[in-house]
Nanobody, 115 residues
Framework: QVQLVESGGGLVQAGGSLRLSCAAS????????MGWYRQPPGKQRDLVAR??????NYEDSVKGRFTISRDNAKMSVYLQMNSLKPEDTAVYYC??????????WGKGTLVTVSS
């Protein structure tokens, strides 16, 4: 079985920073895509950032503010969030896709940015 555990969420003032972490555990023979999605209150879940090997992609609104990274040895993915804005408030979900096509989601961690 595979489990993803997110951490690092919390309450922060606008302009502040947070670093989200996601650690995967279980039988995973190879990671393909690792990423972060978010779901603001009352809205759909959308992609924030993803990383495949050394290639990264970001949602336009977070470019220049967020940085995604991964550590394959630790089976972890991180999201450094700087210059946070109230509109960044959401539940953030970790996502992985294995080389065999398996897809897994974390339970989410809440990020609240106050103005």
């Amino acid at each position: 079985q595979v489990q993803l555990v997110e951490s690092g969420g919390g309450l922060v003032q606008a302009g502040g920073s947070l670093r989200l972490s996601c650690a995967a555990s279980g039988t995973i023979y190879g990671l393909n895509v690792m990423g972060w999605y978010r779901q603001p209150p009352g809205k759909q879940r959308d992609l924030v950032a993803r990383i495949t090997g050394g290639t990264t992609n970001y949602e336009d609104s977070v470019k220049g503010r967020f940085t995604i990274s991964r550590d394959n040895a630790k089976m972890s993915v991180y999201l450094q969030m700087n210059s946070l804005k109230p509109e960044d408030t959401a539940v953030y979900y970790c996502y992985i896709r294995t080389v065999l096509g398996g897809e897994y989601w974390g339970k989410g961690t809440l990020v609240t940015v106050s103005s």
